[in-house]
Every structure is written in structure tokens, then in C-alpha cells.
């Protein structure tokens, strides 16, 4: 055979263990705003905050040879089995602190289909890989983590203005890396 095509699929998120490709997430659709329904999972009866927002983003890629070509497919998701609201939880301010938790997941989605396509990859590409994603995965919990503290899980109502404001910017800067 003169011709080796080789496709090499393999599916790593930033999930705890024991969650697959196969459970039932709402991929990140600018058309598509979360709603308090989305949050199923059961309330976290040690949290002080009353939602839990349960995002992240996942990949896939193929490899085919000898072009050496990669075929990146990345999403934002939100699981909803794992996100929760406890029973008062129910203004429009507390979901849009929560849709933004999503957004932030987008916008690494964005960054990480831009990291992909700049990247030029070795012999050792499933390494570089699984490197780019790692570091991305830890800018957008550092990310999550920085939103929360600023907002002060949304209670402070400027800082979350500020955010709003600044991740719609970046994900405007973006705009060439969303999916269509």
C-alpha cells in the first residue's frame, strides 16, 4: 500500500475522571443562553453560593498521513447533570454570572482553536498537544477562578460589569476562532 493513512482520534477534556464523550453536555451556541432549567445536578449543601456552573472545553483531532495534516475540532461545553442551583436561586442577574462561567469556557475554546492552528508540530505532536491543552485548561480555571474573586461570585455589581464587558471584547478579538 503506497498510500498510509493513518487517523488517530482521541478525545481528552478537562473533566474529573469517570466523565465520558458520551454524557449529555449543551455545547456553547451564541443563540443558546443558559436558563435555570439547564442546571439539574443536585445543590451543593456546603456551598455558600447558590449555583454552580460546570464548564470546560473539550477537543478532538485527526492526524492523517503522509500530508501530515491535524483536523482540530474544539467546544465549549456545560454539563448540566454536574451544574446546580439551589432552590431561590432564580434572578436573571445570578444566571448571567453564570452564562459568563460558559463564556469564559468559550473563549479558551477560541484561544485553544487558535493555539492549535498556529502550532507547528513535531514527531512528537501528541505530546505538544496534550501541553497546549494542559496550559490552556490552566488559564481558563485561573481565569474562573480571578472572575469569582473580582465579582465576588456576582455580588459585587461593577466588577461584573467589568467582566461582561472585557470577555465580550476578547471574544470579539476572537471572532475568526468561534465556530460558525
Known amino acids: 500500500?503506497?498510500?498510509?493513512?493513518?487517523?488517530?482520534?482521541?478525545?481528552?477534556?478537562?473533566?474529573?475522571?469517570?466523565?465520558?464523550?458520551?454524557?449529555?453536555?449543551?455545547?456553547?451556541?451564541?443563540?443558546?443562553?443558559?436558563?435555570?432549567?439547564?442546571?439539574?445536578g443536585p445543590p451543593d449543601p456546603d456551598s455558600e453560593h447558590?449555583?454552580?456552573?460546570y464548564s470546560g472545553v473539550r477537543y478532538t483531532y485527526t492526524y492523517t498521513m503522509p500530508d501530515r495534516t491535524f483536523t482540530f475540532e474544539v467546544a465549549a461545553y456545560f454539563d448540566p447533570?454536574?451544574?446546580?442551583?439551589?432552590?431561590?436561586?432564580?434572578?436573571?442577574?445570578?444566571?448571567?454570572?453564570?452564562?459568563?462561567?460558559?463564556?469564559?469556557?468559550?473563549?479558551?475554546?477560541?484561544?485553544?482553536?487558535k493555539?492549535?492552528?498556529?502550532?507547528?508540530?513535531?514527531e512528537r505532536f501528541e505530546t505538544e498537544i496534550k501541553a497546549i491543552h494542559a496550559e490552556n485548561s490552566a488559564a481558563r480555571?485561573?481565569?474562573?477562578?480571578?472572575?469569582?474573586?473580582?465579582?465576588?461570585h456576582?455580588?459585587?455589581r461593577a466588577a461584573q460589569q467589568r467582566w461582561e464587558a472585557l470577555i465580550r471584547q476578547q471574544m470579539r478579538a476572537l471572532q475568526a476562532f468561534r465556530l460558525p
Open 1 to 40: 500500500m503506497s498510500y498510509l493513512r493513518l487517523i488517530i482520534l482521541l478525545i481528552f477534556s478537562t473533566l474529573a475522571p469517570g466523565v465520558c464523550a458520551q454524557d449529555a453536555v449543551i455545547v456553547w451556541d451564541r443563540d443558546r443562553p443558559l436558563s435555570w432549567s439547564d442546571f439539574q
Open 50 to 53: 447558590a449555583a454552580g456552573t
Open 81 to 113: 447533570a454536574r451544574s446546580w442551583r439551589k432552590p431561590d436561586a432564580n434572578s436573571d442577574y445570578l444566571l448571567q454570572h453564570e452564562q459568563l462561567h460558559f463564556d469564559i469556557s468559550e473563549l479558551h475554546a477560541r484561544l485553544l482553536r
Open 115 to 122: 493555539a492549535f492552528a498556529e502550532a507547528d508540530f513535531s
Open 141 to 152: 480555571r485561573a481565569m474562573q477562578r480571578r472572575y469569582d474573586g473580582e465579582t465576588d
Open 154 to 156: 456576582s455580588n459585587n
